[in-house]
C-alpha cells in the first residue's frame, strides 16, 4: 500500500519535470519510494549508463539507500544486483540492460572533487540539505547526457539554506515537482510508531522533522530541559568521562554513570583561565581528571579532538583509554536534544555549571546558518561529545559494541 504522494513520485519519471524535490518529516517515506522509482526509470530509459547515488558520506548513503534497496523483495525479483563495495557501485541487470550506479559523499567543500569528471545519466541526491552547495552543483553538472533527470530529498532546515532559496523557493524556474510529505504520508507507520516519534523531537527539531516546516532556529537551544535530580548515592554499571577542554576559555569535565538504562551526570569539574585569572597547565588538568574520576573503572574518556597536547598526555599516562569525540555540532545538539526528551540523560543537581550553562546556551540569531552562540558552551560541549561520540540517542544500547 502506498500513498498519493509516494504514487506521485513513481509519476514523475513520465512527465515532463526536469527535477524532482521531495522534502518534509523524518520517516515519511521518501527515501524508498524515491529510490525504487530512481532505478527503475534509469533501467527502463537507459543502458550501459552510469547514475549517481549521494548522501551526506559513501557510508550513509550505502545504509540509508543502497542496502535496503538491495533486500526488497521487488528489487531482487526484478533485476541482478551486484554490490561492488570497493569500488562504491552498484550494478544492475535486467536482460540485455545494464547499469552502474555509483556511490559519492558530499561531506564537505573538497567533497566535489570525488565526483568531478563523471558524465552521468541522472543523480539521486539523499538528504541534500547536508552537502556544500559546490558538491551538489558538480554532480548536478555531471548530468548531461539527454534525458537525464534530477532527484532530491531532504528534511527541513533553515529557510535561508541554499537549497531552500535556490531551488524549492524557484521550483517554477528550475522546471521541479516539488512534493511535501508528512509522517501521515507513510501508510506503513503505525499509530504507535506515530507516537514514538512524536516524543523524540522538541524545539526546532520538532518543527522540522516531525511538522516538517523550513523554520529558524531561535531561543534556548534546549528548551525542554527539566532533567536535574537529586544528587543521590545510586549502583551505577559503568562510567565514561566526557571533556571540553581550554585554556584561556574553560575546561569542563564531566564524570557519567549508566543506572538501569538512563545515563547520570555524576558531578563535573568547571575551570576559566579567563574568570579566575589563574591559567592551568596540561598536567594541573590532568591531575583534576584523576580526582573526579577516583578510583573508578572509567570505560572512556571521550575529550575535545583538538586538545592534542592534553591528549598526548594521557595517552602516556596510560591511566584512561581515551576516544577523541565526533564533534558533529548540529547533528550532536539533535542528539543530546533527542536523550532529554527521552530522558536518557539526567544531571545530578550538584552539577551547578552544567545546569547553568542549559539555561544559557542558545542560537545565534544573526547567523544565517545554524549554529550557537560560542558562549556559555564549554558543558554543552562535553555532553555533546558524550551523546554523540556513544550513541546513546538510538533506540538500542548500540554503544556497548562500539566503545567496550
Given at each position: ?174 522546471n521541479a515537482l516539488y512534493l511535501h510529505f508528512t509522517m501521515q504520508d507513510n501508510p506503513a507507520l503505525s499509530e504507535k510508531t506515530l507516537e514514538r516519534y512524536e516524543k523524540m523531537y522538541s524545539g526546532v ?20 530541559f527539566d532533567n536535574v535530580c537529586q544528587t543521590i548515592q545510586r549502583k551505577y554499571e559503568q562510567y565514561y568521562i566526557s571533556m571540553d577542554y581550554g585554556i584561556q576559555n574553560p575546561t569542563a569535565i564531566l ?73 558533529s555540532v548540529i547533528e550532536g545538539i539533535q542528539h543530546v536534544a533527542q536523550c532529554l526528551s527521552e530522558r536518557k540523560i539526567m544531571v545530578n543537581d550538584c552539577c551547578k555549571n552544567t545546569i547553568r550553562e ?47
Open positions: 500500500m502506498i500513498s498519493e504522494k509516494q504514487r506521485k513520485i513513481l509519476a514523475f519519471p513520465y512527465s515532463n519535470y526536469d527535477a524532482i524535490i521531495c522534502d518534509g518529516a523524518v520517516r515519511s517515506g521518501k527515501t524508498s519510494i524515491m529510490t525504487v522509482a530512481f532505478i527503475d526509470w534509469a533501467m527502463r530509459s537507459f543502458s550501459n549508463m552510469r547514475f549517481g547515488i549521494c548522501g551526506k558520506t559513501v557510508g550513509s548513503a550505502t545504509e540509508n539507500i543502497v542496502k535496503p534497496y538491495m533486500t526488497m523483495s521487488y528489487a531482487q525479483k526484478r533485476y541482478t544486483m551486484k554490490w561492488r563495495r570497493s569500488d562504491k557501485i552498484l550494478e544492475i541487470r535486467r536482460g540485455a540492460v545494464a547499469n552502474i550506479f555509483e556511490v559519492f559523499g558530499g561531506r564537505d567543500e573538497s567533497s566535489y572533487m570525488l565526483i568531478q569528471g563523471r558524465t552521468l545519466a541522472g543523480v539521486l541526491l539523499d538528504e541534500v540539505v547536508l552537502m556544500p552547495e559546490s558538491f551538489v552543483n558538480q554532480a548536478l553538472a555531471r548530468c548531461s547526457v539527454n534525458g537525464a533527470k534530477l532527484w532530491f530529498s531532504c528534511n527541513p532546515d533553515n529557510p535561508m539554506h541554499w537549497f531552500y532559496t535556490d531551488w524549492i523557493e524557484r521550483r517554477g524556474e528550475r527539531f520538532y518543527d522540522r522533522y516531525i511538522r516538517g516546516l523550513w523554520v529558524l532556529a531561535e531561543g534556548l537551544i534546549y528548551p525542554m564524570l557519567w554513570g549508566l543506572c538501569e538504562d538512563v545515563w547520570y551526570l555524576i558531578k563535573e569539574y568547571y575551570h576559566s583561565g579567563r574568570d579566575t585569572n589563574e591559567q592551568k597547565t596540561d598536567r594541573q588538568y590532568y591531575d583534576e581528571l584523576e580526582k573526579l574520576s577516583g578510583d573508578l573503572s572509567i570505560k572512556r574518556l571521550i575529550i575535545d579532538p583538538s586538545a592534542s597536547s592534553f591528549i598526548v598526555l594521557c595517552r602516556q599516562k596510560k591511566r584512561f583509554k581515551v576516544l577523541e569525540a565526533d564533534n542549559f539555561g544559557l546556551y542558545s542560537w545565534d540569531s544573526k547567523s544565517a546558518e545554524d549554529k550557537p552562540v560560542k558562549e556559555n558552551d564549554h558543558s554543552m560541549d562535553a555532553l555533546r561529545y558524550f551523546c554523540q561520540t556513544t550513541g546513546i540517542w538510538r533506540n538500542k544500547r548500540n554503544y556497548k559494541s562500539i566503545l567496550m
